[in-house]
């Protein structure tokens, strides 16, 4: 999809998404809500949401060890600042290209095999985070109608086995990376069209190149143990501002239900900054707990422009500190997929002439 279109898409979706989440909203009681709102405890939660780029950046060392045992601090939380921001300010997600470039040419490595560990953390994270999202489920007395439950806990038995597959599948990859390329390449071969399957195949061997720390026992720990702290840790934040807005029926164990179940909606195409599905999701899982729609909304809004505000502001001071260029960040989905497709390491082969 071009540039334009993709544009179009995200803020044509968040204005539909926007416009679920707050059509029949009090706005009265709105401002009630956010006017009567515990002030430190909200900065406190916004305080460890922005912490929690920090959290993350510490989290990617395991990843990046194979390609620099010692890979610097501060590479890693530029990176990750950076991209961040540039997702809440600029379309397409490019923040997530900017990230491995920033932290590729601060810390002096190939960006490449930086982008790689990207891919492989948004997996971790993806397990991670449907794992808690259902397990909260899955436990007794998540609120909701008896049959609601029921199907519910059915779907988590069935998502904890896809979590499984995922997980065996990152295994084998880690395990047997060049016969699983090999394969892949055949099969893309004969059934990608010719336009896409570079892209694909670019992109999984970028893959395959990041789950170098998989391999090693000791990083596997570190980075499986990285991820769950930081979902944990991010969830403070959530409970902090429920509590900031006397939303206490869904506890911590809710905070964490609510924090997967926006992650997973802010997936969903938007305009940069995630507005839109974020507002929606708090207010349909808060209603699980019959929050009302004025609190919860009160509760989405305040947490959502607080957290956006310190995070950009955070990814704004290190693009201003190490003088990066605008336009490079701009630009840096197509910069990073060039350096992938010009690094022998770990770009496909080139097909012989006259193959398919």
């Known amino acids: ?63 990046l060890a194979p390609i620099r045992p010692d890979f610097p601090f501060e590479p890693r939380i530029a990176g990750t600042a950076a991209g961040f921001a540039l997702n809440n300010l600029l ?6 290209f900017a990230r491995a470039l920033v932290c590729a040419r601060v810390g002096r ?51 904890a086995v896809i979590a499984a597959v995922l997980g065996t599948g990152l ?36 893959f395959v190149s990041g789950l170098g720390a998989l391999r090693d026992p000791s990083l596997l720990a570190q980075s499986l143990a990285w991820v769950v ?3 944990l840790f991010l969830g403070i934040s959530y409970y902090f501002a429920f509590m900031a807005f006397g939303i206490d029926e869904p506890g911590f164990a809710g905070a964490l239900f609510l924090q997967s ?27 699980l707990w019959e929050v009302d729609e004025s609190r919860s909304v009160a509760f989405a809004l305040s947490f959502h422009v607080g957290g956006w505000l310190s995070v950009t502001a955070v990814g704004l001071y290190y693009i201003a500190k190490l003088k990066l260029s605008w336009s490079e960040l701009r630009g840096s989905a197509e910069r990073v997929e060039a350096e992938v497709e010009a690094d022998p390491e770990i770009a496909p082969p080139k097909p012989e002439l006259g193959r398919a």
Not at 6 to 35: D, N, P, Q
């Open 229 to 231: 702290f930081q979902w």
């Open 1 to 63: 999809m071009k540039s334009y279109a993709r544009v179009i898409v995200g803020v044509a979706a968040t204005a539909f998404f926007l416009w679920l989440a707050l059509h029949e909203v009090e706005w009265g009681e709105v401002w009630g809500h956010v006017r009567r709102a515990n002030l430190p405890l909200l900065l406190a939660a916004i305080v460890v949401s922005t912490l929690g780029l920090h959290v993350r950046a510490m989290r990617w060392k395991a990843l």
């Open 171 to 206: 295994i084998v990859l880690a395990a047997f990376p060049q016969r699983s390329l090999g394969v892949a390449d055949v099969i893309a071969a004969r059934i990608l069209p010719a336009g896409i399957r570079r892209h694909v195949l670019d992109a999984l061997h970028a």
């Open 91 to 96: 379309p397409a997600r490019v923040g997530e």
């Open 109 to 159: 490595v190939k960006v490449g095999s930086v982008f790689g560990t990207l891919v492989v953390e948004r997996v971790l994270d993806a397990i991670v985070c449907i794992v808690l999202l259902f397990g909260v489920i899955a436990f007794e007395g998540f609120p909701g109608n008896s049959e609601g439950v029921a199907l519910a806990q059915r779907a988590a038995r069935g998502v």
């Open 261 to 287: 179940f926006v992650s997973i909606a802010v997936a969903l195409p938007s305009a940069p900054g995630f507005w839109g599905p974020f507002e929606l999701a708090s207010k349909y899982g808060l209603a």
